[in-house]
């Protein structure tokens, strides 16, 4: 079976800040992992990590057996919402084009009919076709979040990284969502973080729980300890969210043991 990402030994530090450390993980083609843990555990630096957008203090990240920096490999990416400028004046459609952006500072570069076309695909698979045309200042929470996934699709890629991409949608386009995201693991790989632990449950069959390491690396089922581990506290909540999957403990079984 293929590797899809292999993280060996991983340290990010913001500064004196370390973010990640010793982080180790790998991921198979076409898998479905969902990435939980603390908020300032370091997931999102670990999706950073791997698009080459933070760097590596030391360790290893091979996307597809490739190195960040000499990647052919395409990497569809959806940021965390809160963290992104929507200020920005471009139109929906335009904003899942520069997805498509490779060939943008050539002189007298236009994107081509087709693209265009597609970029209008990838917005009605996403339900948002109606909006196509609309500033992207002038979206709700959850618009807005559809349409990062509408432009991480347009760049066609082998992997997909979200960052708590359910955050502010609604129940209904929820389950579009995860039926959409169900559809597109047949072709590609996909790593999602979120705090959604039912719906991780119900839908993703591994999991890793990032608190600056990885505490665990498994099927998607949580022990207590685990939980309590990675979030020092809220383990009621969180057997009440996931009654059925409250099992045995199996720390560390996806990652790297020497
Ligand atoms: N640009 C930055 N400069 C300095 N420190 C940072 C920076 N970005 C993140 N950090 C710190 O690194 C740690 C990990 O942050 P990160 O954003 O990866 O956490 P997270 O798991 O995504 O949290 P959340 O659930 O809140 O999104 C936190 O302590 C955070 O304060
Ligand atoms: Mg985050």
């Known amino acids: 079976m293929e590797i899809a990402l292999h993280i060996e030994n991983l340290y990010v530090n913001y500064g004196q800040t370390p973010a990640l450390s010793g982080v180790c993980l790998d991921v198979l083609d076409k898998e479905f992992l969902g990435i939980i843990g603390p908020n300032g555990g370091g997931k999102t630096t670990l999706l950073k990590a791997i698009l080459g957008l933070v760097p590596v203090s030391s360790g290893k990240i091979l996307v597809y057996g490739e190195e960040a920096h000499t990647r052919g490999i395409r990497i569809g990416y959806v940021p965390q919402y809160s963290f992104v400028d929507r200020r920005f004046p471009i139109s929906v459609t335009e904003a899942v084009l520069t997805a498509m952006l490779k060939d943008v500072l050539r002189p007298g570069f236009r994107y081509s009919r ?12 996403v339900g948002l076709e109606q909006l196509a045309e609309r500033q992207i200042s002038q979206l709700s929470g959850g618009e807005f979040q559809r349409m990062f996934i ?5 760049v066609k890629p082998r992997v997909i990284l979200l960052d708590e991409p359910t955050a502010s949608v609604d129940p209904h386009f929820k389950e579009d969502f995860y039926e959409l995201l169900e559809k597109l693991n047949q072709d590609m790989t996909i790593i999602m973080v979120s705090h959604d632990l039912l719906a991780i449950s119900a839908k993703v069959k591994r999991i890793a729980c ?20 990675m979030y020092n506290c809220p ?21 790297c043991r020497h």
Request: proline share 2%.
């Open 114 to 125: 087709q693209q265009k076309e597609l970029a209008r695909e990838y917005l009605r698979q």
């Open 150 to 154: 509408a432009r991480a699709l347009a």
């Open 235 to 255: 383990v009621d909540l969180i057997a009440h969210g996931v009654p059925h999957r409250v099992l045995g403990e199996h720390d560390q079984e996806g990652g």
């Open 210 to 229: 990032i608190n600056r390491g990885i505490v665990y690396h498994g099927k998607a089922e949580l022990s207590e300890n685990v939980i309590k581990k």
